[in-house]
């Protein structure tokens, strides 16, 4: 069987399994349960249109998740058909064309099942870049990126964490004017990637630095 989920998909499905894990470790009541198991599988089978049974049956048994070494289970045989997030260093130095000496991060030693979006800082310039995969085609955007040491929540995965201001600047309409657009995003993009479990979240953000 090939590959069929995203990676955001999985971590939608990781949130399931921890739901399923917390009802069975916070109430004895089966129809409690059950109600769970019904409810984690319709959003399961929601989430991916057109499976075939052979899907259909893998997914299927989240419903024997009963704790929490079975809902690690369960995902451990389940990562091997996330589909890896498809990038080359060549295809994300085009992406940046004005950037002569981008430093991209080493993708051999990246799990890249784990990757909704590819995202780096450079130290030196204090950019941030990010590349993700919209409609089929590979997408950048860079932007400066200042840690605020502090806790917020995520423009793009919408979680609390330690977060930073990513910023662009663009010409305005006015000659010798700028405009800056900006939100708080998580510091560990990593973290960030976990937590998406919407290609939604990640779009609406680039949509709304680059209006």
Not at 13 to 25: E, G
Not at 85 to 110: A, H, M, N, R
Request: with cysteine; net charge positive.
């Amino acid at each position: 069987m090939n590959p069929f989920i995203q990676t955001d998909q999985f971590n939608y499905i990781r949130f399931q399994v921890k739901k399923l894990v917390n009802a069975h470790s916070t109430s004895s009541d089966q129809d409690v349960i059950a109600a769970v198991k019904s409810m984690v599988t319709e959003n399961v089978f929601a989430l991916i249109p057109n499976l075939n049974d052979e899907q259909r049956q893998m997914l299927q048994s989240i419903t024997m998740v009963d704790d929490k070494e079975a809902g690690e289970k369960f995902l451990l045989q389940l990562k091997p058909f996330v589909i890896p997030f498809q990038v080359t260093e060549p295809g994300i130095k085009k992406l940046f064309p004005k950037v002569k000496k981008l430093k991209v991060p080493p993708l051999e030693k990246l799990d890249l099942h784990e990757v909704v979006y590819l995202s780096w800082l450079d130290q030196q310039t204090n950019k941030k870049y990010l590349v993700y995969r919209r409609a089929g085609k590979l997408l950048g955007i860079e932007g400066s990126f200042q840690p605020m040491n502090q806790k917020g929540v995520c423009a793009i995965c919408h979680r609390h964490s330690e977060v930073g201001m990513f910023s662009v600047r663009e010409k305005g309409k006015a000659y010798g004017t700028f405009i800056n657009r900006g939100n708080f995003i998580c510091t560990d993009s990593q973290e960030c990637n976990n937590n998406l479990i919407s290609l939604k979240k990640l779009y609406d953000f680039v949509d709304n630095i680059q209006k």
